[in-house]
């Protein structure tokens, strides 16, 4: 799907409504919630937040927190909008919610608020598990919200960056949306890779005062992905 947020125009669609596993894109809603929550003032850009041995655990991809670490949480924020790090989206679903579960409940609920009907979360980071799906124009809605916050956008707009810069743990953030860099205008927003979802991408750019929002699920490789959405902008 593609949409002009200017004047709300679906300008492209196929199969926008076909419920699939979003993947990594999961964590557009898990940014939303958290970036809401520090809105409402239950966490804090400053916060510092320990990483707990669930976070530390998690597999796919990551920014390699230690159980007990304590990162700001807009290092973490980093993490997650930059290189997708599904410890780090734990680390802060659990500093919102307390646990996984009830954040998982507050992703839900913000898909009811916004009115979708394709979309049921059962974790915040994207990896594959029974009834966790979306559709394209989920996506796209859900991204049409996450975009109205400018600071997000100040982190998906990312190349690459370093976390723990000069400590012995400095870690190298290299943005998975390589349209940040190849795709003038494009400032977000989130890729996704599983086996049963393929490469999915929800993409934003920006040029003059036109913003696009553009959702590919389901393509069979990254470059695919990458030159449909570059042929759609």
């Known amino acids: 799907i593609f949409i002009d947020l200017e004047t709300d125009t679906i300008l492209a669609e196929r199969n926008a409504d076909t419920v699939i596993n979003p993947a990594s894109m999961t964590k557009i809603m898990s940014m939303l919630v958290i970036v809401e929550s520090i809105e409402k003032g239950i966490i804090h850009w400053d916060d510092m937040v320990t990483a707990s041995s669930n976070a530390s655990g998690m597999g796919g991809s990551q920014i390699l927190l230690e159980t007990g670490e304590q990162m700001k949480v807009e290092d973490m924020f980093k993490g997650v909008a930059v290189a997708s790090g599904n410890d780090a989206v734990v680390a802060l679903a ?87 860099r190849f795709y003038n205008g494009v400032d977000g927003l989130k890729t996704g890779y599983t086996k049963e979802a393929g490469y999915c991408l929800t993409a934003t750019a920006k040029r003059n005062n036109m913003r696009l929002i553009g959702v590919i699920m389901g393509e069979e490789t990254s470059a695919k992905r990458n030159e449909e959405m570059s042929k759609m902008l």
């Open 94 to 180: 659990e500093a919102v919610a307390g646990t996984t579960d009830e954040f998982v409940k507050m992703m839900n609920q913000k898909v009811k608020e916004l009115g979708l009907k394709d979309t049921n979360f059962k974790n915040p980071h994207g990896l594959d598990e029974a009834n966790h799906y979306s559709s394209a124009y989920d996506m796209a809605m859900i991204a049409r919200e996450l975009v109205k916050y400018e600071k997000v956008l100040t982190f998906t707009s990312i190349y690459e960056d370093y976390l723990r810069k000069g400590t012995s743990k400095e870690f190298w953030l290299v943005n998975t949306n390589k349209l940040v």
